[in-house]
Structure formats: structure tokens, C-alpha cells
């Protein structure tokens, strides 16, 4: 079993930047992809990016590239999603997830992961 907590949310005004980073407990994750996913009220959970456990395969949403960086830290087990230039409809809960994977440049973009987080909030103000 894997425990997923996410940290780093909060309010931020539009043009901010947030660092969210979810740490793992239970057992390492360091063969495991994992995603960022969030979910505004009254909408689904769209997938926000995601990262092989070799880091060599990175996926992102449409909405977010070029102002979100994931990344990982397998020494630590936590992965991390740097939130640039943020704009008030990046306004959500936000979740990490996880899955087992058996290569080294897998990734997931839909909602196929094992383990999720608890989320937390991200709120940007205009």
C-alpha cells in the first residue's frame, strides 16, 4: 500500500507561482509513474501532467505547458509540481496519484493510477 499526501497548496494572486510536492509512505515509489491531476467545482478531475519513475518521459496538459514543471525526487519519494504565471481558472483541488509501472518511460495521462492523495487546495485570485 502506498499514502499519498499532498502539501504546498494555497491562496496566490494571478502571475503567482506555488510549489506543490506529494509525498509517498508505505513502500518506495521510485517504480512507480505519477501524476498531478486537479478538480474545479462543478467539473470533472482533469489530468494536469505526469512523470515515468525515470523521469525520462513527461507528459502535460494543454492548459498547463509552458507554466508547470513535474518533477521527481526518488531519494525522497515525493514528487513535486512547480505552478507558474498561475491564472484564476487553475483554481482547483489538486491530487497526485500513483501506479506501479514496469518501465522505465511509462506514463499515465488518464485516471488508470492505484493510489491517490487527499489533494489539496489551490485558489488564485484575479
Known amino acids: 500500500q502506498v499514502q499519498l499526501v499532498e502539501s504546498g497548496g494555497g491562496l496566490v494572486q494571478a502571475g503567482g507561482s506555488l510549489r506543490l510536492s506529494c509525498a509517498a509512505s508505505?513502500?518506495?515509489?521510485?517504480?512507480?509513474?505519477m501524476g498531478w491531476f486537479r478538480q474545479a467545482p462543478g467539473k470533472e478531475r482533469e489530468f494536469v501532467a505526469a512523470?515515468?519513475?525515470?523521469?525520462?518521459?513527461?507528459r502535460y496538459a494543454d492548459s498547463v505547458k509552458g507554466r508547470f514543471t513535474i518533477s521527481r525526487d526518488n531519494a525522497k519519494n515525493t514528487v513535486y509540481l512547480q505552478m507558474n504565471s498561475l491564472k484564476p481558472e487553475d483554481t482547483a483541488i489538486y491530487y497526485c496519484?500513483?501506479?506501479?509501472?514496469?518501465?522505465?518511460?511509462?506514463?499515465?495521462?488518464?485516471?488508470?493510477?492505484?493510489?491517490w492523495g487527499q489533494g489539496t487546495q489551490v485558489t488564485v485570485s484575479s
Open positions: 496519484a500513483a501506479k506501479p509501472m514496469t518501465t522505465a518511460w511509462g506514463v499515465v495521462t488518464g485516471n488508470e493510477y492505484d493510489y
Open positions: 508505505g513502500r518506495t515509489t521510485s517504480r512507480d509513474a
Open positions: 512523470i515515468s519513475w525515470s523521469s525520462r518521459n513527461i
